[in-house]
């Protein structure tokens, strides 16, 4: 695991830099690797990242998105609203996330080629 964030908050930073540091760093390693990403309503976070070919961030809330998001759409980043709840619902939505696989079926699988073809 590789901590990309700051080490102490600064509010004059902005979360396309740790976005691209992120996903710049997942896309140079191996296939399995995904990476998390925090912001005030996630959703910033979830822009950024997606505009990397290859990547499928997916903006979460609970468990059952954690689950879909990999499960339907292999998605490689999980985006977390840091406003909606605190640290100890982020655990078991992030444990979710990490420990569901991508069901691989045909319609999933053809879909993800579609989205990478779209770029």
Do not use: H
């Not at 997606?50 to 809330?61: C, E, H, M, T």
């Amino acid at each position: 695991m590789v901590d990309e964030g700051d080490k102490e908050l600064n509010p004059d930073d902005d979360f396309p830099q740790y976005a691209s540091r992120v996903v710049s760093a997942l896309l140079a390693s191996d296939d399995e690797s995904r990476g998390v990403l925090i912001c005030g309503s996630g959703q910033g976070m979830a822009i950024a990242a997606n505009r990397f070919k290859g990547i499928r961030a997916s903006l979460v809330w609970d468990v059952q998105e954690a689950k879909l998001s990999r499960n339907d759409d292999d998605s490689n980043v999980l985006c977390l609203p840091s406003r909606v709840f605190g640290q100890e619902n982020f655990e078991v939505i992030v444990d979710t996330w990490l420990e569901t696989p991508f069901a691989e079926a045909q319609r999933f699988v053809r879909r993800i080629k579609e989205l990478d073809d779209l770029g």
